[in-house]
């Protein structure tokens, strides 16, 4: 091994099988982020590629290098069979991840119209984060294997499969394990070096203002003024006419008509399972209605039944993600929340500090209707009162609709 290792010739074979196993790793990943991507979006590409992953992953790879080394020769052999077994290994876990993305969450999402770059980096960054680990460490330790196995068969010259080729020739034992060691210590040292650069990634914030809200909150600011909380409130009522919704044969909404003018605080009671989530849906656009019609403005601002918090990322981030602005978020969490609590991760607040990060990015995201599904939840009288105080603060003209149950209401 000593004189393996001191040898120039070494370290050149070392760094070419390095590279291309390192290039067809690489390629092999991106190709599967690209169609794992496209085949969440559209099922067909999704029904297309599945026969053709199904072939790679069943293929030996002995046959994948004989017809290769026939087509195109030895030289790029290791890296097309690296990117052959890594393509299929995290496309299919790259695909899975994608398809555990909470909906909940991508609902959310869509009612605070995040851009595609913040719903990647901060819905589906998480889901996909078991995922990739275990598609990529199979995959770094298959690629080693795999690679190397197809330069003994390739030779392609100065590479390490042509080291273990020769000493397989020569019947040189003590030359087989030094080839071997060097690879184990390759592929655990390629392993390390990949699996930090997965950790930067995840661990990296991307920041989720970006310019897109930069410059709405600039023309913003130069049509109303510099410091105008919200855009001044059109006229823009929301109308229920004859509204129906029934599920499994329970009709749930029964023909409700009812208008919501803006600049009102509207209270929804009633017990558990009497159809107050389902109309704030309706209202909300999420849940079509059966029949009947519902007008009203654009865009809404909604505190769901559930948190629906980016469980990682701090208050503040969570509210920032809705607004684009910072000092904005730290300022109205302020008001509800502790300092100490507004930078750690929401997995990490209580229930009721949980229910005022939601309810903080319903009524600071821009909106010109408040929706509120039971946002008193989990917390004390004096929490409650301060909740309250803040909604009516904050309305700014608009409509704003409040959910609870009966034992609630004496609460506020
Ligand atoms: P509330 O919010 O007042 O507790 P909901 O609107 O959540 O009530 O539910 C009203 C009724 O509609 C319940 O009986 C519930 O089981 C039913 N329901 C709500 N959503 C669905 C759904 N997606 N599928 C089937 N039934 C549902
Ligand atoms: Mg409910």
């Known amino acids: ?52 992953m199904a072939l790679a992953k069943a293929v030996p790879v002995a046959s994948f290098v004989v017809v290769l080394l026939i087509w195109w020769g030895a030289e790029a052999l290791s890296a097309v069979i690296c990117f052959l077994v890594v393509l299929p290994n995290i496309y299919i876990n790259i695909l899975e991840g994608l398809k555990s993305t909470d909906s909940k969450m991508l609902e959310m999402a869509r009612v605070f119209r995040l851009p595609a770059r913040s719903r990647f980096f901060y819905i589906y960054r998480p889901a996909l984060k078991p995922f990739l680990y275990s598609g990529m460490k199979i995959s770094l ?61 995840f661990a990296w914030n991307p920041g989720c203002g970006g310019k ?17 909380p919200k855009p001044p409130v059109q006229e823009g009522a929301i109308r229920l006419t004859e509204v129906t919704k029934a599920y499994g044969g329970q009709t749930v909404i029964d023909r409700l008509s009812a208008v919501y003018e803006p600049g009102q605080t509207y209270y929804l009671t009633g ?6 989530t389902t109309l704030l849906r309706i209202l909300a656009r999420l849940t079509e209605p059966d029949s009947g019609q519902m007008t009203a403005p654009s865009r809404c601002g909604v505190v769901f039944q559930e948190d629906r918090l980016c469980e990682d990322y701090s208050a503040v981030t969570n509210v920032e993600l809705a607004t684009g602005d910072r000092a904005g978020a730290e300022e109205a969490l302020g008001l509800l929340l502790p300092q100490e609590a507004l930078h750690k991760p929401c997995r990490q607040l209580s229930g009721g500090m949980r229910r005022r990060v939601a309810l903080v990015r319903a009524m600071e995201a821009e909106s010109r209707y408040v929706l509120l599904d039971e946002p008193f939840t ?31 209401f004496n609460k506020i």
């Open 378 to 408: 989990g917390m004390d009288r004096d929490a409650c009162a301060g909740a309250m105080q803040y909604i009516r603060e904050r309305q700014a003209g608009r409509t704003v609709i409040i959910a609870h149950h009966f034992q609630n």
């Open 212 to 228: 897109r809200y930069a410059e709405q909150k600039h023309a913003k600011e130069r049509m109303h003024g510099a410091g105008c």
């Open 271 to 276: 017990p558990s399972g009497s159809g107050k």
């Open 141 to 201: 330790g298959m690629c080693w294997k795999s690679g190397i196995a197809a330069e003994v068969i390739g030779v392609p010259g100065g590479s390490i499969g042509e080291g273990l080729y020769l000493s397989k020739v020569y019947l040189d034992t003590a030359g087989v394990l030094g080839w071997t060691a060097a690879v184990i210590l390759l592929s655990v040292f390629f392993e390390k070096a990949v699996l930090h650069l997965v950790d930067r990634f």
């Open 1 to 52: 091994m000593l004189a393996l290792f001191g040898g120039g010739s070494f370290y050149a074979a070392v760094g070419r099988s390095l590279l291309r196993i390192a290039m067809g790793f690489f390629a092999g990943m991106a190709a599967a982020l690209l169609l794992a991507s496209g085949s969440r979006r559209f099922s067909l590409i999704e029904e297309f590629l599945s026969p053709l």
